[in-house]
């Protein structure tokens, strides 16, 4: 058995955790949004993004910190965000999840 209803992440939740997991220590907003794009071809709105990554955080599941201004942002500095090991353990439940309910759909057969 997995665990409670609460263990497992939303679809979006564990996209965007992978997402950050790949790209490591530069994952903030648009890599994130565009590392998505790149391997399922959703395209997702940058505060589609945000609002996950500051769910995420509140749930302990990432932490970000503040990199430098930059003059190419307008002075403005990126959040960078990376998963915590809490993070990767809801990823590995719901992973495990995913993998427990799909066992047997190639014999259910025509099933739509």
Known sequence: MIGGD??????????????????????????????????????ISFGAVYVTLQRLESKGLA???MGEPTA??????KKFFRVTK??????????????????GLGEAGGAT
């Open 6 to 43: 609460d263990d497992l992440l939303g679809t979006l939740e564990l996209i965007v955790l992978l997402s950050v997991i790949c790209l490591g220590t530069d994952a903030y907003g648009m890599p994130i949004r565009d590392e998505i794009h790149r391997r399922i071809g959703r395209n």
């Open 63 to 65: 932490e970000s910190r």
């Open 72 to 77: 190419e942002r307008g002075g403005r500095a």
């Open 86 to 103: 809490a993070g990767l353990q809801a990823v590995r439940r719901s992973q495990d999840a995913i993998e427990a309910m799909s066992i």
